[in-house]
């Protein structure tokens, strides 16, 4: 990539490495800068190296080892996003993307808050909603926050490790709890869904790693960089060595990632049945069963209105006069 001509005065548009409170995060294509075609003309294949060598014997014997990978639109921040996949060293993975669109109606059926926009972690969504929720508890209360989120702005500043251990982890942990009950979470972060959202639809297909593949690119530019202490893999000193064909099997993990098309499924939330609709089946009803229209309704109430205005008020009854024919002294 460094080699493309878009990239060379901007080497940062290829890809940038973020602390997050889950960890370290690289963002590849952070401002949607590389473009492509569909399927094979516009496949973007990465590479990834576990290290599997320099995790510490805590998290060696844990469930799985590798990376996360979640995809999204270059306004979002993968740590926002409670959904990815999980890469393990030793596989190749294909990728097959398609982009759709939501749109929900924010008139009538007033489903999403229009007035919500960007915050601290990029384009509104309920994800960057919640760690925001969480940033405000914090720094409400300790004056700091665990992680600077990534658009910051001078807003928030990161814990000292004195105040986490005082205010800062306590506070965490009564938020969490609070946030995760079900009875709480509504009323303690309410977070309206986004008006408009663009998510990545994948579907993951995956085989291992063939040993002659392996053996390529161990005989090739992998090696030097691989076992060379320079480049920060290989350490004499803790004993950890990458210095052959099965270390680039237990370690390296491919991802080709490419577009099944390039049309945006767009999904739009519309009122299918409104007064006008309601107005309409109660005048059918009616007029199947009673032969009553409109005419007849309000004739009926015409009707009404004079019956009372007759008997209860006597409206239209004639005035007493001689010229009638009653009899009476003059």
Known sequence: CQNLPIFKSDPDSISVLETTFTGKCWRVNP?????????????LKLMFWADVQD???????????????AFHDNATFGVTMSSGFLMSPGTYYKA???????????????SCDPTLGDNTYGAYNEGSCALECKD????????????????????????????????????Y??????????????????????????????QISSSSVSPAFAK???????????????????????????????????????????????????????????????????????GL?????????????QFVAFSIGKYCFNVGNPKHSPLNGDKGAI
């Not at 800068?33 to 496949?43: F, N, Q, R």
């Not at 097959?96 to 007033?110: F, S």
């Not at 209360?141 to 600077?148: F, L, R, T």
């Open 216 to 286: 390529g690119l161990f005989q090739g530019p992998v090696q030097n960089i691989i076992s060379n202490p320079e480049f920060g893999y290989s350490n004499k000193q803790h004993n950890i060595l990458y210095n052959s064909t099965e270390d680039i099997l237990a370690n390296v993990m491919v991802l080709e990632v490419l577009f099944t098309s390039m049309r945006t499924s767009e999904i739009r939330e519309i009122i299918t049945y409104d007064v006008s609709n309601l107005l309409g089946d109660i005048g059918g009803v009616l």
């Open 136 to 171: 405000k508890a914090l720094h409400d209360k300790c004056g700091c926050v665990n992680v600077v989120p990534p658009m910051n702005k001078g807003k928030y500043r990161s814990c000292t490790l004195e105040e986490w251990v005082k205010c800062g982890l306590s506070t």
């Open 31 to 43: 401002k949607g800068t590389l473009k492509g075609k569909m399927g094979d003309y516009g496949a």
């Open 289 to 301: 069963f009673l032969g009553a229209s409109l005419f007849t309704i309000l004739e009926f109430f």
């Open 96 to 110: 097959d993307l398609r982009r759709k669109k939501e749109v929900r109606n924010q008139a009538k059926i007033k």
């Open 173 to 202: 942990k009564e938020w969490h709890s609070n946030y995760t009950d079900v009875d709480k979470s509504t009323n303690f972060c309410p977070c309206s869904t986004a008006c408009e959202e663009i998510r990545y639809e994948a």
């Open 55 to 69: 995790y510490s014997t805590r998290s060696a014997d844990v469930e799985n080892q590798g990376f996360v990978v």
